[in-house]
């Protein structure tokens, strides 16, 4: 991977992207940070805090039950997990 091509971030552009977060309520702290951070990063890419569904679980157990719902209602470009 040294000398790859990792691409530059100036050129990403979220503006029409649709993005799901599942987050786990177990370890709150920690995930709520998580989700703070990601929430920021997806606005400063240019991600409408309007097309950003965030849904919390009991666990993370059920993080992936939640992410298969979200992707089988295909609304979302993205899926992202917190847990």
């Known amino acids: ?13 979220g ?6 977060i599942v987050q786990a309520r177990f370890n709150e702290p920690i995930t709520d940070s998580l989700y703070a951070a990601c929430l920021a990063e997806l ?3 240019g991600v409408q805090e309007k097309n950003i569904a965030h849904v919390k679980v ?15 209602r295909d609304d979302f470009d993205a899926l992202i997990a917190l847990g």
């Open 1 to 13: 991977m040294f000398g790859a091509d990792k691409g530059t971030a100036d050129l990403l552009d």
């Open 15 to 20: 503006k029409k992207l649709s993005i799901g």
């Open 43 to 45: 606005l400063a890419l």
């Open 58 to 72: 009991p666990g993370a157990l059920e993080v992936p039950v939640a992410l298969q719902a979200m992707a089988e």
